[in-house]
T-cell receptor
Framework: EDQVTQSPEALRLQEGESSSLNCSYT??????LFWYRQDPGKGPEFLFT???AGEEKEKERLKATLTKKESFLHITAPKPEDSATYLC???????????FGDGTTLTVKP | GAVVSQHPSRVICKSGTSVKIECRSL??????MFWYRQFPKQSLMLMAT?????????EQGVEKDKFLINHASLTLSTLTVTSAHPEDSSFYIC??????????????FGPGTRLTVT
């Protein structure tokens, strides 16, 4: 059974204080790993797809990386508007649906 | 990116009544849509996978007679909560995959529907 574990559950940063969010996963075969951002009261917003170990994707202050067992979402010099819950999901090569982690809630204080 | 809409964004209904939520893919045709439920401060719980022209596939523990899903066209899926009760109050979110995306992996989510049953 596919499993996704995100840590930490919650992260509080000062504005400008860089950090990383972790997503550990177990799948029989990885078709793709996805990162989403969810603001309170809204649907998740797609951020990145990673397909193979060693791959990296960047978008503004966010950079996602992938190994065979985990993915990191690095946040460089975060701003208060980066505050949100970040969700990680994996799609198994044998599955038609993605498995989501419980998310990391990021709070960036000015 | 692909756009998915949901209607209504909020609905309040009385216990025992039925409520229909619509999910539309606006700029692409979605052969598969997903319906999720989310409780406060919790992650997404997949309820069912909706396939155009066929019956939905429900996750274990989800009552298919209570949560009716219809995917009548390539751009529209509906979720009807029948005989709603206060415990059905939740945030319902739909999503779809864009067939133009590589590997059909990423999902595009609607804005969600807040259902309150009184």
């Amino acid at each position: 059974e596919d499993q996704v574990t995100q840590s930490p559950e919650a992260l509080r940063l000062q504005e400008g204080e860089s950090s990383s969010l972790n997503c550990s996963y177990t799948v029989s075969g990885l078709r793709g790993l996805f990162w989403y951002r969810q603001d309170p009261g809204k649907g998740p917003e797609f951020l990145f797809t990673l397909y193979s170990a060693g791959e990296e994707k960047e978008k503004e202050r966010l950079k996602a990386t992938l190994t065979k067992k985990e993915s990191f979402l690095h946040i460089t010099a975060p701003k208060p508007e980066d505050s949100a819950t970040y969700l990680c999901a994996v799609l198994d090569t044998n599955a038609g649906k993605s498995t989501f982690g419980d998310g990391t809630t990021l709070t960036v204080k000015p | 990116g692909a756009v998915v809409s949901q209607h209504p964004s909020r609905v309040i209904c009385k216990s025992g009544t039925s409520v229909k939520i619509e999910c539309r893919s606006l700029d692409f045709q979605a052969t598969t849509m997903f319906w999720y439920r989310q409780f406060p401060k919790q992650s997404l719980m997949l309820m069912a996978t909706s396939n155009e022209g066929s019956k939905a596939t429900y996750e274990q523990g989800v009552e298919k007679d209570k949560f009716l899903i219809n995917h009548a066209s390539l751009t529209l899926s509906t979720l009807t909560v029948t005989s709603a009760h206060p415990e059905d109050s939740s945030f319902y979110i739909c999503s779809a995959r864009d067939p133009r995306d590589r590997d059909l992996g990423e999902q595009y989510f609607g804005p969600g529907t807040r259902l309150t049953v009184t």
